[in-house]
């Protein structure tokens, strides 16, 4: 356990605290400083540790969970050089020796472009070839972000050339930025015959710019981010093989792709505004897809013109899914807020209508009895819309809410309000499997809501209908009683509270980003 806590923290990122780290170390306040205090990394220190009588295998497979990512940033001021295999190297001779034998930690290369792509140092290129080297066999996993602000066109470069030489051994590309301007770039006649997962999150997405990937047979995973609305899709790339598949397009694109990808198993769709050439009667009239098992639909809304939720009722509309288990809607408003002076249609309640979309959705794919997580993000629906939907689905396993972000005060008292009666609603509800659940608000409520409705749930003597854990994210802390938890805690219910760090009144601000924990899982709550 130290040695995990050690390895954990010597790549620890403020804004990303683990799970089992946080429960383990007692809900620390600041782990990288225990950490310097508990343990010196130098030449002597590493020879006296016990760490050295660990087999090489075992560091082995603890350094290859590790190291996430080997990071090189080209600035415009200075290079930076964070790789995590390099820094497990210097320790000690002996861990040297392990990172050396172990080629996967060199296989993961993050490469941030903040300046042109010629302008980068023979020094840092030399050093993605050295990890490119030392990975051996293994597939690569590289991340290009394309950051520089300018109209140029990229050139080729030393970089380019490094990266083409190697397209046999890319397993997973991500290219984040000016993506279709580099793409072409890194075109070859050589068939990136290994890849599994390419990911594209670019300004705008045209389907030529995906050319070098149509013979990508080994193609499983593909993420298309178009911050340009498109509804046109590639129709030559390897869509029969993909399983995992991620677009952020126009909504005719989206249905286009549920026809070309046969074997999809998990989505997320984003769907955007489509643009004023797309072809509405080209939409199918009926979908059925039977390979898809896991579903998020996320709908858009950037101006405040635009009606967000007939997207995705026309989405649920033509679509069939008769072996889905998980289904997830996300509402992701411009900056996280809804915007104040949003003009709407009076008579039209879209809410209601997509309420009613989904549940039809479910009724005629015949999931209500198969489906066992639901997760509703920023999703505007009354406490009653809620459990409506809920009333359709009493196998659910896993339930998420987040409550919506809005930037007026008033109305958030509202979603205090609409969460407080959701809460009594679902003391009440009959979810025999309900197992997991998890709420993310902007503040708490001044009554015990949600003690009263935990101890009911979790007060049932038969294991197999018990609530088994808790999750609440808030913005605040101010009503919540710590000490009624922790009661709820010895009787067994694994309940975590933590609060975004971005509220300066909190005692736990100190951190500057991320989540701190104010209420973590009891050791004998989580085995």
Not at 167 to 185: D, Y
Not at 328 to 336: D, E, I, P, Q, R
Not at 360 to 383: D, I
Request: proline share 5%; net charge positive.
């Amino acid at each position: 356990m130290v040695l995990w806590t050690i390895l954990k923290y010597s790549n620890y990122e403020r804004s990303k605290i683990g799970f089992a780290s946080v429960a383990s170390s007692g809900e620390m306040r600041d782990p990288v400083a225990r950490l310097d205090q508990h343990m010196s990394v130098n030449g002597n220190s590493g020879k006296k540790s016990h760490i050295q009588k660990l087999p090489v295998e075992i560091l082995s497979l603890i350094f290859g969970y590790v190291v996430s990512t080997n990071t090189f940033s080209f600035l415009a001021d200075g290079d930076i050089v964070s790789s995590t295999a390099t820094k497990l190297g210097l320790t000690c001779s002996h861990w040297r020796a392990v990172c050396l034998s172990t080629p996967q930690i060199w296989a993961t290369i993050s490469i941030e472009l903040w300046r042109d792509l010629d302008s980068v140092g023979p020094v840092l290129v030399h050093g993605i070839k050295l990890h490119i080297s030392r990975a051996q066999d293994v597939p690569l996993q590289i991340s290009l972000g394309l950051f520089r602000v300018g109209d140029r066109e990229y050139a080729r470069s030393a970089l380019t050339d490094l990266l083409r030489a190697n397209r046999h051994r890319w397993g997973r590309l991500e290219v984040v930025g000016r993506a279709h301007r580099v793409l072409s770039l890194l075109e070859s006649d050589v068939r990136p015959s290994r890849l599994r997962h390419l990911e594209v999150d670019s300004s705008l997405v045209p389907p030529g710019s995906l050319r070098s990937f149509h013979q990508a047979a080994e193609l499983r995973s593909m993420t298309l981010v178009s911050h340009r609305t498109y509804d046109r899709l590639d129709p030559l790339l390897p869509w029969s093989h993909i399983t995992e598949l991620h677009l952020s397009m126009a909504l005719n694109a989206v249905l286009r792709s549920l026809l070309l990808c046969p074997k999809i198993q998990t989505a997320h769709f984003s769907i955007r505004a489509v643009t004023q050439d797309a072809e509405y009667h080209l939409l199918p009239p009926e979908i059925h897809h039977h390979a898809m098992r896991d579903l998020t639909v996320e709908v858009h809304h950037i101006t405040r013109y635009e009606e967000p939720f007939e997207l995705a009722s026309n989405f649920f509309t033509v679509l069939t899914c008769p072996d889905l288990e998980s289904l997830s809607l996300v509402y992701n408003t411009k900056n996280g807020v809804l915007w104040p002076g949003f003009q709407r249609d009076p008579s039209i309640d879209s809410e209601s209508q997509l309420q009613a979309t989904v549940s039809q959705f479910l009724r005629r794919s015949g999931v209500t009895e198969r489906l066992t997580k639901l997760s509703l993000k920023r999703v505007p629906f009354s406490s009653q819309q809620v459990t409506d939907l809920l009333h359709l689905l009493p196998d659910i396993v896993e339930l998420e809410i987040e409550e919506l972000q809005q930037n007026v005060h008033r109305l958030s008292r509202v979603n205090q309000i609409v969460t407080a009666s959701f809460l009594d609603h679902l003391a009440s509800l009959c979810l025999p499997r309900l197992k997991v659940l998890s709420f993310s608000v902007l503040a708490d409520w001044e009554f015990n809501n949600l003690e009263r409705m935990l101890k009911v749930r979790s007060s049932s003597l038969h294991p197999v209908t018990r609530l088994h854990s808790v999750l609440l994210k808030v913005h605040s802390v101010r009503y919540i009683s710590l000490v009624r938890l922790r009661e709820l805690q010895r009787g067994g219910l694994a309940v975590r509270v933590i609060q975004e760090l971005s509220d300066k009144k909190s005692p736990y601000s100190s951190v500057p980003s991320g989540f701190s924990v104010v209420l973590g899982y009891e050791p004998d709550c989580y085995r």
